[in-house]
């Protein structure tokens, strides 16, 4: 009676283990993700006096859009001084933007050259995804408008591959991990920018190519000359 009654703990006690290790298993598929989010702009290294830029953007969000010259400006300006990663942010109340968030990731996975002449793209036709344009649109029609207008940044081979990517959950939980990392920065609109960590004020709102003169000057002055011996560090 008192062994049978042991034994049976000890089988409970097993299962919570084995459910306990399953929940984390399955937590640890998604966060933290295997490689860190982000599109990194340059393949540029990184040091110790690298300017260190992170871009939270929804493809759909026209603040996004009108802030995104003045900054490539910048980067074009500050060479390998600077450095960009750039977050997704698909915006609740923008209806296709996780679709179209998705569509750089699937586009990344498939050219990588491809992901920011895509966005560019985005920014450039976004009118078309917009709410009021899209209102009698099925979802299925959009994914499939999407993957039509990413294959011509992508490559039009790419067609029945990039559709196939929306079936595959990978490419939706990448771009939940976007999101949940995102909010985990405490970002909650677009374009939202840091710059070596911290929040820049104003955001919401795009930088123009000054603003970004006004910012990166004076930290890049801070430097002095360029030291021979700056760590690398990435
Ligand atoms: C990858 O994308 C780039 C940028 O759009 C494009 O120039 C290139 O042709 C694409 N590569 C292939 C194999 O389609
Ligand atoms: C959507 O459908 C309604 C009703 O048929 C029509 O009045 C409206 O113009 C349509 N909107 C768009 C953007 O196609
Ligand atoms: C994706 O899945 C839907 C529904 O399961 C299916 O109708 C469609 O053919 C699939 N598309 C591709 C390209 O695999």
Redo the contacts with the bound molecule.
């Keep these: 009676m008192e062994r049978s009654k042991h034994k049976a703990l000890v089988l409970e006690s097993g299962l919570l283990l084995l459910l306990l290790f399953l929940v984390l298993e399955v937590r640890a598929q998604s966060l933290p993700p295997a490689e860190m989010d982000g599109f990194v702009y340059r393949n540029s290294g990184v040091s110790s006096d690298t300017i260190i830029i992170e871009a939270f953007y929804d493809p759909l969000c026209p603040d996004s859009r009108d802030s995104w010259p003045p900054l490539k400006q910048a980067l074009q300006y500050y060479g390998s001084r600077a450095w960009l990663v750039v977050h997704l942010l698909p915006l609740p109340y923008h209806d296709n933007a996780f679709v179209a968030s998705r569509a750089l990731h699937i586009a990344t996975s498939l050219n990588a050259s491809a992901t920011y002449p895509l966005l560019e793209h985005f920014f450039k036709y976004q009118e078309k995804f917009y709410n ?2 899209t ?2 649109l099925s979802r299925a029609c959009i994914v499939d408008e999407i993957a039509r207008f990413a294959t011509e940044v992508v490559g039009s081979s790419y067609y029945s591959t990039f559709n196939s990517g929306f079936n595959d959950t990978k490419t939706d939980l990448k771009t939940r991990v976007s999101f949940e990392y995102s909010t985990s920065r405490g970002v909650s609109g677009t374009p939202f920018f840091f710059v070596n960590g911290f929040l820049l004020p104003g955001g919401g709102s795009a930088i123009d190519f000054n603003g970004w003169r006004k910012i990166i000057d004076p930290l890049i002055a801070a430097h002095g000359p360029k030291s021979q011996d700056s760590q690398h560090f990435l």
């Design positions: 009021a344009q209102r009698n």
